[in-house]
């Protein structure tokens, strides 16, 4: 195995700790002083490793025996509203196990990967409420789905499960995509087209998606919303998170200076995630 590690102040703790939630590899640990931490992250290979650095900068060195304990036990299930389980167990026999104790629930299988999105973090457990709600809102109609920064694709692989028509995933993080590919063949949805692509240089289709989802960091939110604005089509819904409680006001100004707005704010923790629309359908269904 290898060590990928790199120095960062500790302000950026909380967006480490979201890029890599659900990696049982990763360790961040405090310096002396308090002012900055040490993020480590025990790689299978050094091709994983290497990706790592080009993506994050960093340094990479073999790992030594005495280092690495494995973790204690696997992530726990999570269960979303009455209708969604999400669990880190791949094998066919235990997941039918667990599919039949609880034969009401959606099974959805995330192993944690390096890639963001195992259901556990405060802004995925939060955008798949809401994808609940609006998927129960839109029942017997036929809705579509962008997953903007999908990571494992889960909130892509739920959408389908809940009802979803055409469903198009993308994330920046080439490793990213290739776990969403991965999930949405183990969760029998493999018709999500997944892609790599930059949301800022995204291009979305004239007739937009019913339903946008964007689980981004709040710098990325910002310069994404006039993207966001024209990927979402008239009457649709919006799911945004991602965001740091000390940025929302400025995550929401730049939303509505763009046409958008949001009628139910949720913060958790540290995190905030938001349900909204365009402005006008918005205030058109307050008239």
Known sequence: ??????????????????RFCGNPNLVIEYLKGGKSIRIRLFCNTGKEAKAVVEQFGGSVRPMTGAEWNPPVAPPRPVKVRDILLLTAETRPQEI??????????????????????????????????????????????????????????????AARKLGAGETFACDFDPFAVAAAGRNAIRNHTPEILTKKQDVLHWRPRNKGYTLVMANLFSSILIEAWPVIAKALAPGGDLIVSGILASQAWEVVTAAASNGLGFTRVITKGKWVSARGGHLADLIAAQA
């Open 96 to 157: 039918a196990a667990i599919q039949q104790n609880h034969p009401r629930r959606q099974i959805i299988s995330i192993p944690p990967e390096m890639a963001f999105g195992t259901g556990d973090h405060a802004t995925t457990s939060t955008c798949l409420r809401l994808l609940v709600d609006i998927a129960r809102e839109r029942k017997g109609s036929a809705w579509s789905v962008a997953d903007l920064g999908t990571g494992t694709g889960v909130l892509a692989i």
């Open 1 to 18: 195995m290898f060590v990928w590690s790199k120095l960062s102040a500790v302000k950026w703790m909380d967006a480490w700790e979201e």
